[in-house]
């Protein structure tokens, strides 16, 4: 009996989510859910209101995070406010999460965040500012911030969460004042590899008590703490920042929005909230559903100024103007996928590609249990920029041994060089955010829709779905076969 296959609907009924219908145009309608940080900058709502009230180990009262090692009881636990910041009242949750807003507001806004996240500073510097303005002046809104630094993205950002939570310590008013500073300068600290400095340096410039802070970090006790936070949302089912939960305090109910939403989506899903009405999520369609941009007509449209690629960023091969198209999204280090690249790929190649009958296109997903997938897809980028995506590509997946050590930058470049490219050009590449970015880009495109690699998206005029794992060619034949109209 054949499984693997399955339709775009039927992919997210069974992942549980819905998607709500609001006034902003969603890139994925169909309940389509997108990791945040989404290489179109604008991310995908994703609404969900969970059956239950009872959230993981915090819910259970078993998850000790809180600035003096105490026991977290609830996400809404009541809190007196204990200062003040910009003229709002700032304190600490029962379970050690910093507030800003009146504590007995009927509704929370609980952020996971990732200080060097760059849509997660677009949403600290543009949107939250509005929301803050708009309902946590009037007290109808309590703004909750947990840590939720991607070390495997931005390998420098779990220190500058432990040092804020460091600054916790010495007041709410003062983690406010080093929260804004750290989002606002992050391309002055996100590339250096010791931060340290740049870090006691805002802690000075605040007004920190110096002294107190680096004996806190000293101790070490916040790095515990950061991981720990780091665990609960990923149990909590956050896999990219930002992700928001609004918490209505009353019923405990809880709507999730991801990603870097505009203000608007932010401010319908909150009203709703505060005025105790439920969102009505919608049935997808049972037509063709709406795709995002990467796997839309206009995404994969070649890009006249980069041959090869698309204008979603995404390289292909094959025929640009075929009515199939699959999108196959793939870890370099992924035992899978190698097996997919090596062994069913070149018959797809010699019957589909090579006679001109699918555009065949690569999304990057490089898995965090994969240390050196990142390096290698970023490194398959930088090969891209000499023209040469595909060389690499075949490359790393016939030379995975060689090149999965620690650390890989030497055998990435030595393999550019077989490849006849300009090594000094493709070090620096590798060296730079530039390329990593791209990747980064594709990790939030599909990270949360799709759990594992390989995964490879069928599209035909309009119409979608999915398989599943390295799969046989017989499989996608059959697969290739069943496309309505075919």
């Not at 990219?240 to 918490?247: A, D, E, K, Y």
């Not at 319908?268 to 439920?278: P, Y």
């Amino acid at each position: 009996m054949r499984k693997p296959v399955e339709t775009w609907e039927s992919r997210h009924r069974r992942l549980g989510r819905t998607t709500l219908i609001f006034a902003a145009a969603f890139l994925l309608a169909a309940a389509l859910v997108v990791s945040s940080c989404a290489g179109s900058g604008t991310g995908t709502a994703t609404i969900a209101v969970p059956t239950t009230t009872t959230i993981d180990c915090v819910a259970a009262g078993t998850c000790p995070d809180g600035p003096a090692g105490t026991q977290a009881t609830a996400t809404t636990a009541p809190a007196e406010a204990v200062g003040t910041y910009n003229g709002l009242p700032v304190g600490f949750t029962d379970d050690g999460y910093p507030y800003l807003g009146d504590p007995d507001a009927p509704v929370s806004f609980v952020e996971f965040s990732d200080y060097l996240c760059p849509f997660c500073g677009r949403h600290a510097a543009q949107t939250n500012p509005q929301l803050i303005d708009q309902f946590a002046a009037s007290g109808q809104v309590r703004f909750v911030f947990r840590d939720f630094p991607l070390a495997e993205l931005h390998p420098t950002a779990p220190s500058g969460h432990a040092a804020a939570l460091c600054i916790t310590e010495q007041g709410a008013a003062l983690f406010w004042a080093m929260h804004d500073e750290l989002f606002a300068h992050q391309s002055e600290w996100a590339s250096l590899s010791d931060n340290s400095e740049y870090l006691a340096g805002v802690a000075g410039q605040i007004g920190a008590d110096l002294d107190a802070y680096q004996a806190c970090l000293d101790s070490g006790r916040t790095v515990s703490i950061v991981d720990q936070r780091v665990a609960q949302a990923r149990q909590l089912g956050f896999s990219g920042t930002p992700g928001f939960q609004i918490v209505d305090n009353r019923t405990d109910e809880i709507v999730e929005v991801v990603g870097a939403q505009p203000v608007e989506t932010f401010v319908t899903a909150i009203e709703a909230v505060i005025s105790g009405e439920a969102p009505v999520a919608a049935d997808p369609p049972e037509d063709k559903p709406d795709l995002p941009f990467w796997a839309s007509v206009d995404g994969l449209t070649p890009d006249p100024d980069r041959p090869g690629y698309n204008l979603a960023g995404d390289p292909y091969r094959g025929n640009p103007d075929a009515d199939l198209v699959v999108i196959e999204i793939s870890d370099f280090q992924c035992p899978f996928c190698q097996r997919h690249t090596l062994e069913t790929q070149p018959l797809l190649e010699d019957q589909y590609v090579d006679n001109e009958l699918v555009m065949w296109v690569f999304k990057h997903m490089p898995l965090p249990f994969h240390p050196q997938a990142l390096a290698a897809a970023t490194a398959a980028e930088c090969a891209g920029d000499q023209q040469a995506f595909w060389g690499m590509h075949d490359l790393l997946f016939e030379r995975v041994d060689d090149w999965a050590v620690e650390p890989p930058d030497t055998v990435l470049v030595d393999l550019a060089g077989e490849l006849g490219l300009d090594e000094g050009v493709f070090a620096s590449c590798v060296g730079s955010r530039t390329a990593l970015e791209r990747v980064v880009d594709d990790l939030y495109d599909t990270s949360e829709v799709f759990g594992s690699t390989p995964t490879f998206v069928v599209l035909f005029d309009g119409w979608a779905s999915v398989i599943d794992g390295a799969q046989p060619f017989e499989e996608f034949v059959a697969a290739f076969e069943e496309i309505p109209g075919e």
